[in-house]
T-cell receptor
Framework: DVKVTQSSRYLVKRTGEKVFLECVQDMDHENMFWYRQDPGLGLRLIYFSYDVKMKEKGDIPEGYSVSREKKERFSLILESASTNQTSMYLC????????????FGSGTRLTVV | AQSVSQHNHHVILSEAASLELGCNYSYGGTVNLFWYVQYPGQHLQLLLKYFSGDPLVKGIKGFEAEFIKSKFSFNLRKPSVQWSDTAEYFCAVNGKDTDKLIFGTGTRLQVFP
């Protein structure tokens, strides 16, 4: 069964900490995505990567950075966590062209205190 | 601006009732359209997709959607819902020139026995 695996299901961090969210896919997909999901706001794209070391800003990149050193792994970094970054973070991957849609991970619920 | 609107935020139905969830999009150019479902505590799963051809698309679990180009709509339907259809439903769109999906804010469906 193909998978997108997010390293943590729940995470609690303190304000100002540097936070790493990890995502690994085993489908040899070119594209990987980070979204955040908030009630009433749906899914909003943070960053997108279409190849190793390549990235594109999404709609809400402020306060975040990403790293893609290997094709299967896409990391989201919160440089200095703030309480307004408390959210559910979803990783997804797709083939180039996205014709098959995205495959999503189970999500990481991050709470910043 | 590119966007997806889901006007029904919360829908409550009894089992065996018919379902129609609205989705309208704003996007210049040719689009691909998707419906995703998120069951409680689970990851988002692809329900159905439209790329081209027959505007009536059939998906999993008895769901279907109709693309009406003139109305910029892609409404989701099911003739008879079950309690197990209780979930959040997201409509999404991307242009043929990009792999990035734009999601709507979601519709929460509750089905009572």
């Amino acid at each position: 069964d193909v998978k997108v695996t997010q390293s943590s299901r729940y995470l609690v961090k303190r304000t100002g900490e540097k936070v790493f969210l990890e995502c690994v896919q085993d489908m040899d997909h070119e594209n990987m995505f980070w979204y955040r999901q908030d009630p009433g706001l749906g899914l909003r794209l943070i960053y997108f990567s279409y190849d190793v070391k390549m990235k594109e800003k999404g709609d809400i990149p402020e306060g975040y950075s990403v790293s893609r050193e290997k094709k299967e792994r896409f990391s989201l970094i919160l440089e200095s966590a703030s309480t307004n970054q408390t959210s559910m973070y979803l990783c997804a991957s797709s083939l180039r062209g996205a014709l098959g849609g995205y495959t999503f991970g189970s999500g990481t619920r991050l709470t910043v205190v | 601006a590119q966007s997806v609107s889901q006007h029904n935020h919360h829908v409550i139905l009894s089992e065996a009732a018919s379902l129609e969830l609205g989705c309208n999009y704003s996007y210049g150019g040719t689009v691909n359209l998707f419906w995703y479902v998120q069951y409680p505590g689970q990851h988002l799963q692809l329900l159905l997709k439209y790329f081209s051809g027959d505007p009536l698309v059939k998906g999993i679990k008895g769901f279907e959607a109709e693309f009406i180009k003139s109305k910029f709509s892609f409404n989701l339907r099911k003739p008879s819902v079950q309690w197990s259809d209780t979930a959040e439903y997201f409509c999404a769109v991307n242009g043929k020139d990009t792999d990035k999906l734009i999601f709507g804010t979601g519709t929460r469906l509750q089905v009572f026995p």
